[in-house]
């Protein structure tokens, strides 16, 4: 009976939100007809127009309702004000939603996003992006572009940096979390922010990764690949997606119909918009797809990119395309449609202002600056632990030679994209160690070198430093401005003189502990051997010394993981996990087998790759049921042993392989990964349950399809060492 009450309760429950959700959505809908039947053609054009900044003559346009967005416009006050202007001097009165890109933080910067998606941890991930939204909104903030969920497999493109690095279901993961936290439970609610899944599609796939470059890949790698992270951001809910710059294999994505048609607005039915990226429409004409900005214009909006970004290609001028039939009204009262679907979504109609007093009370609140160390700590990747030298042991310890360019650099932390990050907020790791070791431990500072200028002028002070003391530690890398848009690289080796300056200091034989910053994999094969250990810190943000000074003295162990492989040498580029077996694997006793003669084909390290100070044992890998059908679980199971003598956590991983099908498959797909905890001796085991249909690949005719036959099982701590085992899919009789 109390089972039976309980149910009813939750079932009403259910259908009132249901139904509470639905009606909301039908009054939205009314609403936006009414309006849109009250609008001029030129007001209809100008909801589609976004502007960056203001001046008088962007505020005179929003009085005639001209423009439907601004960007980078920052400040409650200064947003509040041209607010006014949309609201009360505008015919119709309708408000402007304002975007930024809030990328990895607003003013409490976090991690960048490469960096963050190596903790696997997707609460924490959420939780900075919900702070990051409630930072931007106080500010007067209704709208970020993030996140960026572009695949890259070339770490020579700098918009690595932003993204969550090659993986489809990792990023799948990381882009739900991160569309949960902007968002939150309600766009209403002001201090969340619309999210903007970007940039679709494909812009990592530039050839030779250099930036705005063509791609050019197949259907089956579109859908496997790079569209898996927009999918899982349309079902988060993610309001908008921004179309990219690049072309696919002959069609620019910002003039894409089969892109944004047919698979986001069609297959997907997406009921967001879609903004243009900076004057993608515009172009158009240098992809030498459009004559004009108006033919621009025309295809950007026939394709189904509804906001124009700063490319002045929506304009009046349409209209008269509109009047001999090239162009269908339809399309633009659909664009129309959607943006004021999302104005009344964010509740921007009934609350168009901020509390201008929220920026204060919000702006770095201390627990904001407590995630952005917690989420450090679990970006940062050990890659090299020789001899045990870390974690630093502080009673054995007199004297720490810190050298490079970035020990005490306060720019480099902050990254690419740092929104409204100050220098003043940052920790350099000279200050982190500072914090940790007080009066304990002598520090000797020495610059060394540069990061791009070649002077070795300041070498021998770095070697006379190294010389006094009993550790080295090597902070080095790139410059923040070395990673992110326009940012794209040939040369991978650490820049400048830095190798050089490894190599002179390691002549003085003291242990090197090189602290790595940079947004992207950099090839380390030259210097490898010449340092003790190694510790990738990318740019952590605020607290990005803090943290490392956390991991260096072993107050938190290292938990991290690369979610991009590392590669020994540009040549190998592109190298990634999941690649296909090819007809002739590599066999190294094998000549006519793929490979290099110069090289071997490994990376230096493997995706999922990442040290501890203590050892994890994996064994027992089980499955509860070897034969299934397309509509089972797959459930698997694992004992992880912490064999150390300090607790830590292990980031699980499970990948795939379909062993045969119609057609070819990589040889390991991550389908599931974990976090643990584990106390020293604790064992735990760890199980996964996946749907079996999530195995699945697109069959020669592009149907997804779960093919029936073997598939490998291998669960492991890295994408390399793993254990195995074998499930068949059988057919449904
Ligand atoms: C970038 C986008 C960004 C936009 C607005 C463009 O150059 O490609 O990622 O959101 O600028 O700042």
């Known amino acids: 009976m109390k089972f039976i009450s309980k149910f009813l309760f939750t079932l009403t429950l259910v259908i009132t939100v249901v139904l509470g959700q639905h009606l909301k ?51 409650a006050e200064v947003n509040n004000r041209i607010q006014k202007i949309a609201v ?114 494909a812009y990592g796939g530039a050839e030779g990764g250099r930036d705005y470059n063509t791609v050019d890949i197949s259907e089956r790698t579109l859908r496997e690949i790079y569209l898996p992270p927009f999918k899982a951001a349309v079902d988060a809910g993610v309001g908008t997606l921004m179309s990219a710059f690049n072309e696919i294999s002959g069609v620019p994505t910002s003039a894409n119909q089969f892109t944004l048609r047919k698979i986001l607005k069609g297959e997907w039915g997406f009921d967001g918009f879609v903004v243009s990226d900076w004057n993608s429409i515009g172009e158009l004409v240098a992809h030498g797809i459009a004559k004009d900005r108006l033919e621009a214009g025309v295809k950007g909006l026939t394709a189904g990119v509804d906001m124009d970004m700063e490319g002045r290609c929506y304009t009046t001028d349409m209209e008269a ?143 006379k430093a190294a010389r006094k003391a009993d550790v080295v530690v090597m902070v080095m890398g790139e410059s923040a401005d070395m990673s992110g848009e326009a940012a794209s690289r040939a040369d991978l080796n650490l820049p400048g003189v830095q190798a050089e300056l490894i190599n002179a200091i390691a002549e003085t034989n003291k242990p090197i502990v090189l602290v790595l910053m940079n947004g992207r994999p950099i090839t380390l094969s030259n210097i490898e051997s010449k340092v003790t250990a190694i510790v990738e810190s990318w740019h952590l943000g605020i607290q990005h010394g803090n943290a490392v000074a956390n991991v260096l003295t072993g107050d938190y162990n290292p938990s991290g993981k690369l979610t991009v492989t590392f590669p020994r040498s540009v040549g190998q580029i592109p190298i990634y996990y999941n690649h296909k077996s090819s007809g002739r694997p590599n066999n190294p006793s094998d000549k006519f087998t793929s490979k290099y003669i ?112 073997e598939f490998g099982i291998m669960v492991g701590g890295n994408s390399v060492n793993v254990l195995t085992t074998t499930v068949e899919v059988v057919r449904l009789k």
């Open 598 to 709: 110069d090289l071997p084909s490994s990376p230096l390290y493997p995706f999922g790759y990442g040290l501890s100070y203590t050892e994890f044992r994996y064994t027992g890998i089980e499955v509860e049921n070897n034969r299934l059908l397309s509509t089972d679980e797959l459930v698997v199971s694992v004992n992880v042993k912490n064999t150390g003598k300090r607790g830590g956590d292990e980031v699980v991983q499970l990948y795939i392989r379909d062993m045969v099908g119609s057609v070819t498959r990589p040889v390991k797909e991550l389908k599931g990964f974990q976090r643990v905890a584990l106390e020293a001796g604790e064992q735990k085991t760890v199980q996964f349950q996946i749907p079996v249909r999530n195995l699945g690949a697109y069959d020669l005719d592009m149907n997804y399809t779960v093919e029936p036959g």
């Open 321 to 463: 395309l509109v009047a001999d039939g090239t162009l269908s009204d339809g399309l633009i009262e659909d664009a129309v449609r959607r943006i004021l679907r999302m104005k009344f979504k964010l509740g921007l109609f009934e609350h168009p202002y901020i509390d201008e007093n929220l920026q204060k009370k919000l702006i770095l609140h201390q627990d904001h600056i407590q995630t952005a160390l917690e989420l450090a700590r679990e970006s940062i990747v050990l890659l090299k632990n020789e001899k045990d030298v870390l974690p630093l042991n502080r009673k054995e310890l007199n004297t720490i030679a810190l050298i490079g360019p970035l020990a005490d650099d306060k720019d480099a932390p902050l990254g690419t994209w740092r929104c409204q990050g100050k220098q003043e907020d940052v920790v350099t790791v000279y200050e982190g160690l500072k914090n940790k070791f007080g009066d304990d431990v002598k520090i000797i500072y020495a610059k060394g070198c540069d990061v791009k200028n070649n002077s070795r002028s300041e070498f021998n002070k770095a070697i």
């Open 88 to 201: 009360e001097e505008s015919r119709l009165g309708i408000p402007l939603v304002i975007g930024l890109d809030v990328i990895h933080g607003y003013r409490t910067i976090f991690p960048i996003p490469l960096a963050a998606s190596a903790s696997w941890d997707t609460v924490l991930i959420r939780k900075a992006a919900e702070i990051a939204a409630k930072e931007a909104a106080s500010a007067g903030i209704h709208w970020t572009f993030a996140p960026m969920v572009d695949i890259a497999r070339d770490p020579r493109w700098g918009r690595i940096a932003e993204g969550a690095g090659e993986d489809p279901f990792l990023g799948s993961a990381m882009t739900r979390a991160q569309v949960l936290g902007f968002q939150g439970k309600s766009l209403a609610d002001p201090l969340t922010l619309l999210a903007c899944g970007k940039h679709f599609v």
């Open 25 to 75: 959505d039908v009054e939205i809908e009314a609403k936006v007809n009414e309006l849109l039947h009250q609008m001029t053609f030129a007001e209809k054009v100008g909801q589609m127009t976004q502007f960056s900044g203001t001046n008088k003559r962007y505020e005179q346009m929003i009085r005639e309702g001209k423009i439907g967005s601004l960007l980078n416009v920052i400040g």
